[in-house]
Nanobody, 124 residues
Framework: QVQLVESGGGLVQAGDSLTLSCAAS????????MGWFRQAPGKEREFVAA????????GYSDSVKGRFTISRDNVKKMVYLQMNSLKPEDTAVYYC?????????????????WGQGTQVTVSS
C-alpha cells in the first residue's frame, strides 16, 4: 500500500512557475507508476502527467505538454511536477496518484492510490 502527500501549491501569477511535490510512503515505491491529475471547480478530474516505474517513460496531456515536467526520485520516494508558464486555466486542485499495474494512464478510475490534493491558483 502507498500513502501520498502533496505539497507546493499556492497562488501565483500567469507566466510564473511552480513545483509540486508528492511524498510517498511504502517500501516498494519503485514498483509504482506515478501520475498527476487536476480538478477544477465543477469539472471532472483530468490527467496531467504520468511517469512509469523506471522514470524513463513519461506522458502528458496536450494542455500541459511543453510547459510541465514530471520527474521522480526512487531513492527519496518523491514525485515532482515542474510547472512553467502557468495560465489561469491551470487553476485546480492537483492530485498525486500511484498504481503498480496501470493500464490506462489517462483514466483516473484506474489508479489505485491518491493523495489529498494541493490547490494551485493562477491569477491573470
Amino acid at each position: 500500500q502507498v500513502q501520498l502527500v502533496e505539497s507546493g501549491g499556492g497562488l501565483v501569477q500567469a507566466g510564473d512557475s511552480l513545483t509540486l511535490s508528492c511524498a510517498a510512503s511504502g517500501r516498494t515505491f519503485r514498483n509504482y507508476a506515478m501520475g498527476w491529475f487536476r480538478q477544477a471547480p465543477g469539472k471532472e478530474r483530468e490527467f496531467v502527467a504520468a511517469i512509469l516505474q523506471s522514470g524513463g517513460t513519461t506522458g502528458y496531456s496536450d494542455s500541459v505538454k511543453g510547459r510541465f515536467t514530471i520527474s521522480r526520485d526512487n531513492v527519496k520516494k518523491m514525485v515532482y511536477l515542474q510547472m512553467n508558464s502557468l495560465k489561469p486555466e491551470d487553476t485546480a486542485v492537483y492530485y498525486c496518484a500511484a498504481d503498480s499495474d496501470i493500464v490506462a494512464l489517462r483514466t483516473p478510475k484506474t489508479w489505485d492510490y491518491w493523495g489529498q490534493g494541493t490547490q494551485v491558483t493562477v491569477s491573470s
